[in-house]
């Protein structure tokens, strides 16, 4: 073996034994089933550990295999995943069920090939299901990976290139335990987040740091490159909120736009100081709604909302407008909604 596979495989080894000791009791580590695998990597592409696990635990509980989720409406799906955002994962999640449902009799594939093949699932996932319910020797790669990886190799490779990936997944392969590949990508994920995080690495304890390119030229700081600066949108939303004794008026948001299939109000885009009987639709012009917050600000992946909102009791004598529906408090708790709404609902309701 020459100097470098000799000292990937010291790494490799390294990370499984740290592991052993340190890795965090987990509900979805307890098993080689694919589904709750699966669900739980849908879940943690959108958020922490400690944020996700209620939800895992919910959709469990709701949909315990891949045939009570498939079965499943969309809206019902959906309301469960509400607060996590970026709601065309728990879309495709439900598309995928059914897939795997009515093509392959309720069973996952069992490879990262035909995984990679379905809808929602990129290259992270499909290694994470085939090593970890397949023991498949596929390298996963995502935030944490890319990050451990370059510090410990001196890799300034671009993250944000699409084409650096590969070379990130050749490092984790060279590094893979033979016959190890569940444990070793369970440890190198696990280890991004516990050990060497992205501020404050915890250098001085790390089992690596002999070896470590980043320790050695304290490096850490400047590790992962990542230069691709993601272009952010800013959008006013004001929402108005038409009211008639005790019920409020919701559609369901449609076409490629944000929150699709979810719940909100009438909705107005225009500028920070909306002219109301400009933008209004044309029964309700005449009238000025009440402001009550906003603007505050809400972060989407490419996008920074700046949402308001008012309240307008509407006369029975006006109709409400055709995408509109009224809806009592208790039918709104059931719907799905996206989170300035549900925040809002809880503040002035
Ligand atoms: S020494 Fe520090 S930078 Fe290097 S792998 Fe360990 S925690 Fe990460």
């Known amino acids: 073996m020459n100097t470098q596979a000799t000292l990937t495989a010291h790494f490799g080894y390294k990370l499984v034994d740290w592991y052993q000791s340190n890795s965090r009791d987990l509900p979805w580590r307890r098993t080689r089933d694919p589904y709750p695998i699966w669900l739980s990597e849908v879940i943690l592409q959108q958020t922490r ?3 996700g696990r209620p939800y895992y635990e919910r959709f469990m509980q709701a949909f315990p295999d891949i045939h009570a989720l498939a079965a499943a409406s969309e809206k019902e799906v ?12 728990a879309r495709n999640m439900h598309a995928t069920a059914r897939t795997i449902v009515l093509e392959y009799g309720g069973k996952f594939p069992a490879s990262y090939r035909e995984l990679i093949g379905l809808r929602g699932v990129g290259d992270y996932t499909a290694s994470a299901i085939a090593s970890f319910a397949f023991d498949e020797q596929t390298p996963v790669v995502d935030g944490n990976v890319f990050r451990v990886l370059s510090r410990y190799y001196g890799i300034f490779e671009d993250i944000a290139n699409p084409a650096s990936r590969n070379l990130f997944k050749k490092a984790a392969a060279m590094a893979m335990p033979p016959g190890q590949a569940a444990t070793f990508n369970q440890a190198i994920m696990e280890f991004g987040a516990l050990q060497c995080t992205p501020v404050s690495p915890l250098c001085p304890s790390c089992p690596v740091n002999s070896t470590c390119y980043a320790f050695r030229h304290e490096a850490q700081s400047m590790l992962p490159v990542k230069n691709k600066k993601t272009q952010v949108k800013e959008r006013h939303i004001h929402y108005v909120v038409l009211c008639r004794n005790g019920s409020i008026a919701m559609k369901e948001r449609t076409g490629k736009d944000i929150w699709e299939g979810l719940f909100d109000f009438l909705e107005v885009e225009a500028g920070a100081a909306p002219d109301w009987p400009a ?8 009238f000025s709604p009440t402001p009550v917050s906003g603007p505050a600000k809400h972060l989407l992946t490419h996008r920074r909302l700046l949402i308001s909102f008012s309240m307008l009791e509407l006369p029975e ?9 009224w809806y009592t408090p208790g039918e709104i708790k059931e719907l799905p909604k996206p989170l300035p709404i549900n925040r809002f609902l809880k503040d002035f309701l």
Do not use: F
Request: proline letters at 6%; a negative charge; charged letters at 15%.
């Open 279 to 286: 933008v209004l639709p044309e029964d309700l012009a005449r």
């Open 78 to 89: 959906l309301a469960l995943w509400q607060g996590l955002g970026y709601y065309s994962r």
């Open 317 to 325: 004598t006006v109709s409400l407008p055709a995408e509109l529906q």
């Open 49 to 51: 550990v400690v944020q």
